[in-house]
């Protein structure tokens, strides 16, 4: 521990708060309440007490009194079901506000929770939103002892959320209008005293107006150090104290600099200082503060309602199914969700075999089978065939933006230039005052005098207030362009990845070729097999075909036709093969020629689609392909800083179509599996090639997710894929 009595002999050594009694004690330690002494305890008790290395009196003293008929309203199910992000009986997940939240020590202390209390799986913690995301164990511990564990530590939750969320937001946007205020009225007015300095008037008053001006403007600066300005040198401290260096030191150097020598001169009686532009830098920089809260806010809602999720989902109505956007389901509505397809919003499963995968959730991939009835949580992806599901909640798609952004399905590979920012925080502290020091050293042969401005000018000039404020606002504006130019990105960090790649690589179908233009042909392997009446055998095909969130298989279940769909039974996708499943209790199969017969060279032949029903081959869908709109152009504008190829696991039949599109013939690569795709990324990037993947995001998750950028393409399906870097807009 690195605290003892005698550093604060009359301090709560948990909190730092003053210590009225001595009931509250330990050994030589000393507590101002018992609820101190008691999350000193627990700490101690589980060998946290690392905790109080991290700052000076990190903790805050829990409430005092009881917490049992606080937090007896979380023995309520329905209570605990409205609060809870996801559940499966196996884990379970809640988000909770905590206002306390103030220091690296919080942060530490909040993430380590599953060593205080068996069943906490792993928590993560929200500094800005202060918030922490805890992940449990139902079977071990319920939801009422992890807030009350939290609350003896002194850190209370907040059940209201969204409450808290926007008091919070709210409260934080007055103290920045008030400081810019009191910096813009301390500004304004030191430029109307100083007057007389910028016409060079000094003549022309008495010493006593000069003395008089200088008080004033002196203590018109007061509140600009000490409450405007304050942010900046307490995030300095902050971040010198944790033996790091960001940005807001040289910004606090420079600031106190100026105003130091300001107040020398004023003292002295050697000049006017610079109170002006002291409190001018200040007031424009919580100007560029205030203008940058308001871009991230505007981006924050192009982020989530036109970003990362901007695909549409299918509602079933008395009108039939129709398609539209995330955004506009509502509580009440009944969806349709296909294979490989993401659960938007909290609903109950309504019909169909539904076996949901978690692991955007909960990190592990298994599924979980639901019976007609169960709840669905959002962030599930079906892995079976087609459901219908009811809506209970409202999609909150800022909720699943945090499921994409998971460290579980973080790439291992970090982009090389999002360094920048942290490289200069760390070195340009030492650059500058190495600079001023030489100047300093050089200047005070000749005057002493001469050497201090020298010094001084240098600290002022280099404070790097532009170069704070242009990363955020440079990435975020392209961010939002992109967006609105239908190319959504995870973060910014995509952009610096964007700028580093030199290769491209592209999938064929559903990529590079429309499946909304294509051509379907479907060729009878022997009539007779179809049987009587045939109108059945092709509502098989369709209810099959219904089932994937494959290009082709949409492609077949739009051929529309008379009859009601059947019911599918076992439904079972194979990556790069094909899809089966029992429908009217015939298997039904469809894909690759050797998926479905046996037969042929064991590669997805995705320009056709053969189909048996009880292993009775009995023809075969054949798709003439159309290339997307402005391919050409969009391939010769890539290909002047790309070396581009393509990836297929279609046949060779529209290669004369690709080689007037790609710069050589061996660039283009047909009969490749899922696993060729990622093999030949791997074999690109041993050569010391940056790749930029395009893809479907189905059978290319793999190859996506290995690439320095992976972009999926996406139709009007709601398909998710946490290898994907961004999703863009097919029409785009």
């Given at each position: 521990?690195?605290?003892?009595?005698?550093?604060?002999?009359?301090?709560?050594?948990?909190?730092?708060?003053p210590?009225?009694?001595?009931?509250?004690?330990?050994?030589?330690?000393?507590?101002?309440?018992?609820g101190?002494?008691?999350?000193?305890?627990?700490l101690?008790a589980?060998?946290?007490?690392?905790?109080?290395?991290?700052?000076?009196?990190?903790?805050i003293?829990?409430?005092?009194?009881?917490?049992?008929m606080?937090?007896?309203?979380?023995?309520?199910?329905?209570?605990?079901?409205?609060?809870l992000?996801?559940?499966?009986?196996?884990?379970?997940?809640?988000?909770?506000?905590?206002?306390?939240?103030?220091?690296?020590?919080?942060?530490?202390?909040?993430?380590?929770?599953?060593?205080?209390?068996?069943?906490?799986?792993?928590?993560?913690?929200?500094?800005?939103?202060?918030?922490?995301?805890?992940?449990?164990?139902?079977?071990?511990?319920?939801?009422?002892t992890?807030?009350?564990?939290?609350?003896s530590?002194?850190?209370?939750?907040?059940?209201?959320?969204?409450?808290?969320?926007?008091?919070?937001?709210?409260?934080?946007?007055?103290?920045?209008?008030?400081?810019?205020?009191?910096?813009?009225f301390?500004?304004?007015?030191?430029?109307?005293?100083?007057?007389?300095?910028?016409?060079?008037?000094?003549?022309?008053?008495p010493?006593?107006?000069?003395?008089?001006?200088?008080?004033?403007?002196?203590?018109?600066?007061?509140?600009?150090?000490?409450?405007?300005?304050?942010?900046?040198?307490?995030s300095?401290?902050?971040?010198?104290?944790?033996?790091?260096?960001?940005?807001?030191?040289?910004?606090?150097?420079?600031?106190?600099?100026?105003?130091?020598?300001?107040?020398?001169?004023?003292?002295?009686?050697?000049?006017?200082?610079?109170?002006?532009s002291?409190?001018?830098?200040?007031?424009?920089?919580?100007?560029?503060?205030?203008?940058?809260?308001?871009?991230?806010?505007?981006?924050?809602f192009?982020r989530d309602?036109?970003?990362?999720?901007?695909?549409?989902?299918?509602?079933?109505?008395?009108?039939?199914?129709?398609?539209?956007?995330?955004?506009?389901?509502?509580?009440?509505?009944?969806?349709?969700?296909?294979?490989?397809?993401?659960?938007?919003?909290?609903?109950?499963?309504?019909?169909?075999?539904?076996?949901?995968?978690?692991?955007?959730?909960?990190?592990?991939?298994?599924?979980?089978?639901?019976?007609?009835?169960?709840?669905?949580?959002?962030?599930?992806?079906q892995?079976?065939?087609?459901?219908?599901?009811?809506?209970?909640?409202?999609?909150?798609?800022?909720?699943?933006?945090?499921?994409?952004?998971?460290?579980?399905?973080?790439?291992d590979?970090?982009?090389?230039?999002?360094?920048?920012?942290?490289?200069?925080?760390?070195?340009?502290?030492l650059?500058?005052?190495?600079?001023?020091?030489?100047?300093?050293?050089?200047?005070?042969?000749?005057?002493?005098?001469?050497s201090?401005?020298?010094?001084?000018?240098v600290?002022?000039?280099?404070?790097p207030?532009?170069l704070?404020?242009?990363?955020p606002?440079?990435?975020?504006?392209?961010?939002?362009?992109?967006?609105?130019?239908?190319?959504?990105?995870?973060?910014?960090e995509?952009?610096?990845?964007?700028?580093?790649?030199?290769?491209?690589?592209?999938?064929?179908?559903?990529?590079?070729?429309?499946?909304?233009?294509?051509?379907?042909?479907?060729q009878?392997?022997?009539?007779?097999?179809?049987?009587?009446?045939?109108?059945?055998?092709?509502?098989?095909?369709?209810a099959?075909?219904?089932?994937?969130?494959?290009?082709?298989?949409?492609?077949?279940?739009?051929?529309?036709?008379?009859?009601?769909?059947?019911?599918?039974?076992?439904?079972?996708?194979?990556p790069g093969?094909?899809?089966?499943?029992?429908?009217?209790?015939?298997?039904?199969?469809?894909?690759?020629?050797?998926?479905?017969?046996?037969?042929?060279?064991?590669?997805?032949?995705?320009?056709?689609?053969?189909?048996?029903?009880?292993?009775?081959?009995?023809?075969?869908?054949?798709?003439?392909?159309?290339?997307?709109?402005?391919?050409?152009?969009?391939?010769k504008?890539?290909?002047?800083?790309?070396?581009?190829?393509?990836?297929?696991?279609?046949?060779?039949?529209?290669?004369n179509?690709?080689q007037?599109l790609?710069?050589?013939?061996?660039?283009l690569?047909?009969?490749?599996?899922?696993?060729?795709?990622?093999?030949?990324?791997q074999?690109?990037?041993?050569?010391?090639?940056?790749v930029?993947?395009?893809?479907?995001?189905?059978?290319?998750?793999?190859a996506?997710?290995?690439?320095?950028v992976?972009?999926?393409?996406?139709?009007?399906?709601?398909?998710?894929?946490?290898?994907?870097?961004?999703?863009?807009?097919?029409?785009?």
């Amino acid at each position: 521990m690195s605290k003892t009595d005698s550093d604060r002999p009359i301090s709560c050594y948990h909190c730092g708060l003053p210590v009225t009694s001595d009931h509250y004690h330990l050994e030589d330690k000393r507590f101002c309440c018992a609820g101190c002494k008691t999350a000193f305890e627990i700490l101690n008790a589980n060998d946290l007490c690392t905790y109080y290395e991290l700052g000076d009196a990190p903790g805050i003293t829990p409430p005092a009194g009881g917490t049992a008929m606080k937090f007896a309203v979380l023995d309520q199910p329905e209570v605990v079901n409205d609060l809870l992000d996801f559940q499966d009986g196996r884990h379970a997940r809640i988000t909770f506000n905590i206002p306390d939240i103030h220091c690296a020590s919080c942060v530490w202390l909040l993430e380590n929770l599953y060593r205080l209390l068996p069943g906490i799986e792993h928590s993560t913690v929200e500094f800005l939103k202060k918030s922490v995301t805890i992940t449990y164990r139902p079977d071990k511990v319920n939801l009422r002892t992890i807030a009350e564990l939290l609350t003896s530590l002194g850190y209370e939750p907040r059940l209201d959320k969204e409450t808290v969320q926007q008091d919070a937001d709210r409260q934080a946007r007055r103290q920045l209008l008030a400081r810019i205020g009191v910096a813009g009225f301390a500004f304004g007015n030191i430029m109307l005293f100083s007057l007389p300095e910028y016409l060079d008037l000094k003549s022309a008053l008495p010493d006593s107006f000069k003395l008089a001006f200088s008080i004033l403007n002196f203590l018109l600066s007061l509140p600009v150090l000490f409450y405007s300005g304050w942010d900046y040198f307490r995030s300095a401290l902050g971040s010198l104290r944790h033996r790091t260096v960001n940005m807001d030191v040289p910004i606090a150097l420079g600031i106190l600099t100026l105003y130091i020598r300001s107040v020398v001169e004023l003292i002295a009686r050697s000049g006017p200082g610079w109170m002006d532009s002291f409190a001018g830098l200040v007031f424009l920089l919580l100007l560029g503060k205030l203008f940058q809260e308001k871009t991230y806010q505007a981006l924050s809602f192009d982020r989530d309602y036109r970003s990362y999720f901007p695909l549409a989902v299918t509602r079933r109505s008395s009108r039939g199914d129709e398609t539209i956007p995330l955004k506009d389901i509502r509580k009440g509505d009944r969806i349709v969700v296909r294979n490989n397809e993401i659960i938007p919003a909290d609903a109950v499963l309504i019909k169909g075999q539904a076996e949901i995968d978690y692991a955007f959730v909960t990190g592990e991939a298994y599924p979980v089978r639901l019976t007609s009835g169960d709840r669905v949580f959002a962030g599930g992806r079906q892995t079976g065939g087609a459901i219908e599901l009811d809506i209970v909640r409202n999609v909150n798609q800022s909720y699943l933006t945090q499921l994409w952004n998971q460290d579980v399905f973080q790439k291992d590979s970090k982009p090389g230039i999002t360094t920048l920012s942290n490289t200069i925080s760390r070195y340009f502290t030492l650059v500058v005052l190495s600079i001023a020091g030489g100047a300093a050293i050089y200047w005070s042969f000749t005057s002493i005098v001469l050497s201090i401005n020298a010094f001084t000018a240098v600290l002022i000039v280099a404070c790097p207030c532009a170069l704070a404020l242009s990363t955020p606002f440079t990435l975020g504006n392209a961010l939002r362009i992109m967006g609105r130019n239908g190319l959504y990105l995870k973060n910014t960090e995509v952009i610096e990845s964007l700028a580093s790649v030199d290769t491209g690589v592209f999938d064929k179908t559903g990529t590079l070729t429309d499946p909304a233009k294509s051509e379907l042909i479907f060729q009878a392997v022997d009539a007779e097999k179809i049987g009587s009446p045939p109108d059945k055998i092709f509502l098989m095909i369709r209810a099959l075909a219904r089932q994937s969130t494959h290009p082709l298989s949409r492609k077949i279940y739009a051929s529309k036709m008379e009859g009601s769909l059947p019911d599918v039974e076992n439904f079972y996708e194979t990556p790069g093969q094909g899809i089966s499943g029992r429908v009217h209790n015939h298997m039904v199969r469809m894909g690759s020629r050797e998926f479905v017969s046996g037969e042929g060279t064991g590669t997805a032949l995705v320009s056709e689609v053969w189909v048996s029903i009880d292993g009775q081959v009995i023809g075969v869908y054949r798709i003439r392909n159309r290339l997307r709109p402005d391919l050409e152009s969009v391939l010769k504008s890539l290909g002047e800083s790309l070396d581009l190829w393509m990836v297929s696991g279609d046949t060779e039949n529209d290669r004369n179509t690709f080689q007037n599109l790609f710069p050589d013939s061996h660039r283009l690569m047909f009969r490749q599996s899922p696993e060729d795709k990622l093999n030949f990324i791997q074999k690109l990037q041993s050569r010391g090639r940056r790749v930029l993947m395009m893809g479907d995001g189905l059978n290319d998750a793999g190859a996506l997710k290995q690439s320095e950028v992976g972009i999926s393409i996406s139709e009007d399906i709601n398909t998710f894929s946490p290898a994907c870097d961004a999703i863009l807009d097919a029409q785009s």
